[in-house]
């Protein structure tokens, strides 16, 4: 089973398999393109890794594919993060959840006749919950620290570069919010910015600190091309793409190039978002408004930004051993 990649003229990526290209297409109808292009590439490693046509793909299959997945790559490299060897649980569990995906779509339309992807592992004990197949590790992101968040921005060489990094370092954004973001959204009066294309399609307005907004205004005044054919806020300033939209693959290197010049080990676009909520939780700003400020839809995914804030562990503990403290001392008292 030979897959190529590509695209279909209206956009959605192609993989040359009929039952695999009309679920990339349905899948298309609700999801953003992000996540139909990661699906995409998905099924392109399993059914290269597993050369049947989907008919044929048993659990064994699938379970095969995982011990394949978690084979050492380049030798014996582990990476420094997890101390693991093989591609990352959370990617692993992905494909598993595309491949699922794709399994129940088949059968529901009656192509399959049940999902081989099984989910989860018995246990000796019946009635008790299964194992799951794959265990990812919640792992804390990393964040910058303030003098290196400032050694960062100094290394930006335009004012473009700095106010798109002060959309993730004030406001938090997302890379694709902040190439999303159009003249229309940008509301300085009200030091707001709306998002209009966000995770899963949702919409927010979100406040952002003056200092992008001092950026912005210099960008637009001398260096965004006045002849610029497109709505988008960020645009390229040089070259053949002059005046179209910055893509994803611009917005990353401009950052690894001032992260180089700070000499910095670490400054991702995600990075920077998680540490622009760390700081807030730091500050004090309750979670709630934390969640309506990333656009999480559970306030468990922010709930990670307690541990990662300095200090709030510490306080909370403080507080409750001077509670103990007290009540060990009216004991020792009326004893």
């Known amino acids: 089973m ?59 299959d699938v379970l095969g594919f995982i011990e394949a997945q978690r084979v050492p790559r380049r030798g014996n490299v582990v990476r420094l993060v997890d101390g693991e060897a093989g591609l990352a649980a959370s990617t692993i569990k992905r494909r598993l ?51 290196e968040a400032t050694a960062l921005l100094a290394a930006l060489r335009t004012f473009r570069d700095r106010a798109m990094a002060e959309l993730m370092l004030l406001a938090g954004l997302r890379r694709c919010e902040v190439l999303g973001l159009a003249l229309a959204d940008v509301r300085p009066g009200e030091r707001r910015v709306f998002v209009a294309e966000g995770k899963g399609g949702s919409q927010r307005v979100v406040p952002v600190g003056s200092p992008f907004f001092v950026s912005l205004a210099s960008y637009l005044d001398l260096e965004r091309p006045a002849d610029a054919m497109t709505d988008k806020v960020f645009v390229a300033l040089k070259g053949p793409r002059r005046g179209s939209p910055l893509s994803a693959y611009g917005l990353d290197e401009i950052l690894d190039g001032a992260r180089g010049r700070a000499g910095l080990s670490h400054a991702t676009c995600h990075q920077l978002r998680h540490t622009c909520f760390t700081r807030l939780r730091e500050a004090g700003m309750a979670l709630e408004a934390i969640q309506a400020q ?42």
């Not at 959605?12 to 590439?41: E, I, K, M």
């Not at 890794?49 to 659990?59: D, L, Q, R, S, Y």
């Not at 403080?318 to 009216?330: I, P, Q, S």
């Open 294 to 335: 990333a656009g999480h839809r559970s306030i468990e995914t922010t709930r990670v930004y307690l541990h990662l804030a300095d200090g709030w562990l510490a306080d909370e503990y403080r507080k409750a051993m001077d509670v103990l403290d007290v009540l060990d001392a009216d004991t020792q008292v009326t004893g």
């Open 97 to 147: 959840a595309t491949l699922s995906g794709l399994f129940g779509y088949l059968n529901a339309l009656g192509l399959v006749a049940g999902n081989p992807v099984p989910r989860g592992l018995a246990t000796r004990r019946p009635g008790r919950r299964g194992v799951p197949l794959i265990r990812a590790p919640r792992l804390l992101p990393r964040v910058l620290t303030p003098p």
């Open 2 to 60: 030979i897959l190529s990649f590509g695209w279909a003229v209206d956009g959605v990526p192609q993989l040359g398999h009929g039952l695999l290209d009309d679920y990339l297409r349905f899948v298309a109808a609700r999801a953003r393109p992000n996540t139909v292009s990661a699906q995409a590439y998905d099924l392109k490693v399993f059914f290269t890794v597993v050369a049947k046509e989907p008919a044929e793909v048993t659990t064994a």
